[in-house]
Structure formats: structure tokens, C-alpha cells
């Protein structure tokens, strides 16, 4: 029987999401966790009387949990179906994409890749940085989880898959490590590029240049901000 929630989220989210479904239905169980670790420690007992909800979250389920949950599991994607994978804001900023949005998918072995079952879409508006469009990303998120969160907390039944399809380019943490490898040859309008969605230090990582054995990174202060960033040796 269908009487529990596996809410796999931040510490953020920790309240006002189980919040939600428990209004939809007080009789669930809502479990809030973080790490693969507590997945793993659960019961094969409480895993198939479950349905598993990931909201912004980086771990990846092992396929060995996913088929032990009995009711489904749901992955809430801050991007649109054109932008799957890692950092989706940076990518469509680079691409200079008009268009971004939220995506809720059933999850399968490989990441953001399974069936679409709801999603929004907005325009980019001109000028907008990278915390700015993941944070309109994350407003669509949640309003996507809002308006889901009936169907999911009351029915052991999942939404029907929408007519919509992925992008044919997963996006990863070696695309973005690879757009901060700068070349030596490098055009300024193709520096200036880069340096405006990807020289923030986002996820630890800055935009580096390698002359004669020496490794320089770009150093974003905040008195000057990217476009006036300096050049550290390492």
C-alpha cells in the first residue's frame, strides 16, 4: 500500500515541501533525505510502499533503489528538456538561448533522461546572469511541485507521460570543466563569453589558462566583478 514519501532534497526544502503533501494527505509518512547513504539503509519493506521524490538535488539514485520503489520516482529538473544534465542555466546562457523552464520527469538508470510528465516554460529576459535565471528556474520548480503535489502525495498512480523529448546533448560536469579550459588562441568576444557565464567560480571552478608549465585562474573580485576579473598563477 502506498503510504510513503521518500523526499530526496536540500536542507532548504527540508520543511515547506513535506508541508505541502501532507496537507494533500496527513496519513503519508514523509522521509526527508539527503545522501544515497539513507537510501541505501532503508528496508526493501518501506522502499516498495514508497514513491521517491528528488527536487534539486545532485545525487544520482543507483538503478538498485529505482527498482525496489513501488510507486514511482519523480526528479524535478531546474531546466527546460532542451538543457539536460549539469549546470542547464550556464549552458543556455552560453547558447544564448531566448527560452529556459522547470522539468518533472520519472527517473530511470541514466540522469535526465526518463519520461517528461510536466513542465514550464519562460523567455530569458535580456541581461539576466546566471543566479538570476536559475533562480526563476527554481520559482518554476516549485510551482511545477505545488501543482503536482496532490496527484503525487494521494495517488498511487503517476501522471501520463507528455509528447515532449530530451535534448540530444546531455550536459556534464566535463562540458563545463572543458568551457573553463581557455585556449591561448582564444577570440576576445569568445573570452568575454566565457568570463560572463562561467568565470563566477561556480561549483569551485574557475575559468583557466596553462602558458609554459604555469596554470592561471581567473579571479573574480567583487569590487571589480567578471568583467574586470584578474589573472592568478598556480
Known amino acids: 500500500m502506498f503510504d510513503t514519501i521518500l523526499l530526496l532534497t536540500g536542507p532548504i526544502e527540508r520543511a515547506p515541501l513535506p508541508a505541502v503533501l501532507l496537507g ?3 496519513r503519508l509518512s514523509v522521509l526527508v533525505i539527503e545522501r544515497t547513504e539513507e537510501l541505501a539503509a532503508l528496508s526493501s ?3 516498495r510502499r514508497s514513491r521517491l521524490i528528488a527536487f534539486v538535488t545532485p545525487v544520482i539514485v543507483p538503478k538498485r533503489i529505482l527498482d525496489q520503489i513501488g510507486y514511482g520516482a519523480v526528479n524535478f529538473h531546474p531546466g527546460p528538456p532542451s ?8 549552458f543556455a546562457l552560453y547558447d544564448q538561448a531566448d527560452e529556459f523552464g522547470a522539468t518533472a520527469h520519472l527517473m530511470v538508470e541514466k540522469v535526465d533522461a526518463g519520461p517528461i510528465i510536466d513542465l514550464a516554460a519562460f523567455l530569458i529576459p535580456p541581461n539576466t546572469s546566471v543566479f538570476s535565471l536559475e533562480g526563476m528556474a527554481y520559482a518554476h520548480l516549485s510551482f511545477l511541485f505545488w501543482r503536482m503535489a496532490r496527484q503525487l502525495a494521494c495517488d498511487p498512480s503517476l501522471p501520463p507521460a ?3 523529448q530530451w535534448g540530444s546533448r546531455k550536459y556534464s560536469r566535463n562540458n563545463y570543466l572543458s568551457m573553463c579550459d581557455i585556449p591561448l588562441d582564444i577570440s576576445k568576444s ?3 563569453r566565457r568570463m560572463r557565464v562561467f ?3 561556480y561549483f569551485g571552478v574557475s575559468p583557466t589558462i596553462r602558458l609554459h608549465g ?4 581567473a579571479v573574480v573580485s567583487p569590487a571589480i566583478g567578471i568583467a574586470g576579473a584578474a589573472i ?3
Open 24 to 26: 494533500h494527505n496527513p
Open 45 to 47: 519493506d518501506v522502499l
Open 190 to 192: 569568445e573570452f568575454d
Open 232 to 234: 592568478a598563477a598556480t
Open 83 to 90: 538543457y539536460p544534465g549539469w549546470a542547464p542555466a550556464h
Open 162 to 164: 507528455l509528447p515532449v
Open 214 to 217: 604555469i596554470e592561471f585562474r
Open 199 to 201: 568565470g563566477g567560480h
